[in-house]
């Protein structure tokens, strides 16, 4: 005979095996789900990883929007763009299947395979070196080549005049990419027909660089002053800029006919200017940044990009003009200043002691000042070292360089 109670036990012991197979039933529900999410993140990821080798691919063209079936599958499908961010190029890939989506955006530039510490048009006169200054890596200088000078009572300290090989150089200097050229040099210009937004930014702003791009239009006289501005935003105005110390900028452009930067300003950005970049003491450009001005065929001044004392520049320094004018560009570099990467004059740089370059420079001549006298095409004091310069620099497309292999410069969201 069955107590009653037995009734009661049979009931509960069917109630926590129901409850158990019910947890395992979703346990093992929520366990495919996962395992099909990580297959799909996995198929996502190696599609992103042959997509980004897909644009790194030599010859590769793309518009701004191309859609490819990798494996021509249907299941593999792929969004791929492609734009010009000032002297970089931007790439923005998609990996999707049905509504999962992977992305990812980032920068290129071509490979710095020049071992040239230095290139000086032939002008018909030599470079003469004195003091402490030492040029590390190769150097294509004028046919009249490099020598020894005395300067304020002071011989060349050093045992060689260069320690690398040197070639001759042409009469002019390397030429830039037009087409990079042409690009910046219309946002220099005035125009009033693009629609442009106010600068009304109070805190912050940060655009994704899978978003269109935010172009904002200063008024005379606005600075930039107690900001954060991040990503795919364009600063242009018609009059000086003046960009304060406590400014934060990544990966920006800023357009204007003068751009002034406060001492001790730290960031990453892209300047461009017609008339003249003064970058002030003991300022920080993380890599990779961008300094250049673009002297117009009608200029009457003398553009110029110049850094003050005590001065970090990682990236490029650059003045351009078409034509020679009797008031050549010129890029001024101050005392104790550091540049790694690449500074470029289709005029003057003008260099003041201990000033130090890890990487390479080229200009039509140099210039050094001392309180007695301004000597031409002389390095006193000058630390030129193009070995130091970081294994993976990246130089910008708008150097013409035929054996350039492009490569990721810059992850970005």
Do not use: H
């Not at 996962?34 to 990883?49: G, I, M, P, T």
């Not at 190029?89 to 490979?111: I, M, P, Q, V």
């Not at 008339?275 to 450009?285: L, T, Y």
Request: net charge neutral; with cysteine; proline share 3%.
């Amino acid at each position: 005979m069955v107590k009653a109670a037995a009734l009661y036990i049979v009931i509960i012991v069917s109630l926590l095996i129901a409850v158990i197979s019910a947890s395992l039933l979703t346990i093992a529900f929520y366990y495919r789900l996962e395992v099909q999410k990580k297959v799909r993140f996995d198929k996502l990821s190696a599609n992103l990883e042959s997509a980004t080798a897909v644009v790194l691919s030599e010859g590769f063209i793309a518009g701004e929007e191309v859609v490819l079936d990798l494996f021509e599958e249907g299941t593999d499908s792929v969004v791929l763009s492609k734009n010009n961010w000032g002297v970089f190029e931007l790439y923005a890939l998609k990996a999707f299947e049905l509504k999962d989506t992977l992305k990812r955006s980032f920068f290129t530039a071509g490979t710095f395979a020049d071992q040239s510490a230095i290139y000086l048009a032939d002008e018909d006169r030599p470079l003469s070196v004195s003091g402490t200054t030492q040029i590390t890596g190769n150097g294509e200088l004028p046919k009249s080549g490099l020598k020894q000078a005395y300067v304020d009572g002071k011989p060349y300290a050093g045992k060689e005049l260069i320690k690398g090989s040197i070639t001759d150089s042409k009469r002019d200097i390397p030429s830039l990419d037009k087409e990079v050229l042409d690009r910046i040099i219309k946002y220099l210009k005035p125009d009033e027909d693009q629609k442009r937004l106010a600068f009304n930014v109070k805190d912050s702003v940060v655009n994704s660089f899978f978003n269109k791009e935010l172009v904002y239009q200063l008024s005379p006289l606005q600075g930039i002053n107690d900001v954060k501005i991040s990503g795919k935003v364009i600063l242009v105005s018609d009059t000086t800029i003046n960009i304060s110390e406590d400014a934060i900028l990544e990966d920006v452009q800023v357009y204007a006919p003068a751009i002034i930067v406060a001492d001790g300003f730290k960031g990453s950005c892209q300047l461009f200017a017609r008339d003249s970049i003064v970058i002030g003491k003991n300022c920080d450009f993380a890599y990779p940044s961008f300094a250049g001005v673009f002297k117009p065929l009608d200029g009457k001044i003398q553009s110029s990009v110049s850094l003050a004392e005590g001065s970090r520049f990682a990236g490029v320094l650059l003045s351009y003009e078409e034509k020679r004018s009797e008031l050549q560009t010129i890029i001024s570099l101050g005392k104790n200043c550091l540049v790694s990467g690449e500074v470029y004059a289709t005029g003057y740089i003008k260099m003041e002691r201990s000033v130090k370059v890890n990487g390479k420079v080229t200009a039509k001549r140099f210039i050094m000042q001392t309180p007695a006298t301004l000597y031409e095409n002389y390095l006193i004091d000058i630390v030129l070292n193009r070995k130091l310069l970081s294994k993976y620099y990246l130089s910008p497309f708008i150097f013409t360089r035929e054996d350039a292999d492009q490569n990721i410069l810059k992850w970005l969201n």
